[in-house]
């Protein structure tokens, strides 16, 4: 079965615009190329595709090099926010961009519970 890019950033688009405080999502492949987007204006989706699976690649060798074990996920912290990278099961790599006002926990919550819906649209 064909993935959908349409249902995809339909999911995106709802999670964006649903889930408080979060300013944009990706779904990207492990190699880099988007799937789908909900980016802010004037980001270079291609560019913000492939830094999200190059860090996501960089980080499982890292959890591997330290004996970490699998990532569950990457989280970077800026002072004007967050980005959170989570594998999306093996063929992508799913980036949320949220305020420095997101509340973590149900951040991460919502991450999780549309992770779950990009996943069935991929099988």
């Known amino acids: 079965m064909a993935i959908s890019t ?3 950033n339909m999911v995106l688009q709802q999670f964006v615009t649903a889930t408080s405080d979060v300013q944009g999502a990706a779904l990207v492949t ?3 190329l988007p799937l789908a987007t909900s980016l802010p204006a004037g980001m270079d ?6 830094m999200s699976a190059a860090m996501l690649s960089l980080g499982e060798r890292i959890g591997s090099e ?8 990457i989280y ?14 093996e063929d992508a790599v799913f ?3 949220a305020s420095k006002a997101a509340k973590q926990g149900v951040l991460m919550l919502e991450i999780k519970r549309t992770l779950g819906e990009l996943k069935l ?3």
């Open 30 to 32: 492990p190699d880099g």
């Open 95 to 97: 980036l949320v961009l």
């Open 66 to 73: 330290l004996a970490r074990g699998g990532v569950d996920r």
């Open 76 to 89: 970077v912290e800026g002072d004007q926010g967050y980005g959170v990278l989570t594998s999306c099961g």
């Open 121 to 123: 649209l991929m099988m």
């Open 45 to 50: 989706e291609e560019r913000v595709s492939a």
């Open 6 to 8: 349409e249902k995809l």
